[in-house]
């Protein structure tokens, strides 16, 4: 199982992103696929899942409305559009699969909300 973040980067406050998170390993379309973030000094937290077919979603409050999280089977990728960052968004973003009872993490992408 492999998990490959990639898509963050530096944004100013009020900017948009999408992050990918790249899968192989496993049957892509039988898992959720999970975001979280880790902020400087902070615990990571969640922030968002989607299910496998037909791909329901969840999101943490602090991004609702903000943050879409959707899933292309056919390429084997997640994804995690985020809208009117602040800097409090600033953090490293990682996805994050359950799969044969392991939970399996990627790399992490940094992304930096600054003016």
């Known amino acids: 199982v492999q998990l490959v973040e990639s898509g963050g980067g530096l944004v100013q406050p009020g900017g948009s992103l999408r992050l990918s998170c790249e899968a192989s390993g496993f049957t892509f379309s039988d898992y959720a696929i999970n975001w979280f973030r880790q902020g400087p000094g902070k615990e990571r937290e969640w922030v968002a899942t989607i299910s496998s077919v037909p791909g329901s979603t969840a999101y943490a409050d602090a991004v609702k409305g903000r943050f879409t999280i959707s899933r292309d089977n056919a390429k084997n990728t997640a994804y995690l559009q985020m809208r009117g960052l602040s800097r409090e968004d600033t953090a490293v973003y990682y996805c994050?699969?359950?799969?044969?009872?392991?939970?399996?993490w990627g790399q992490g992408t940094q992304v930096t909300v600054s003016s």
């Open positions: 994050s699969a359950r799969v044969r009872r392991n939970d399996w």
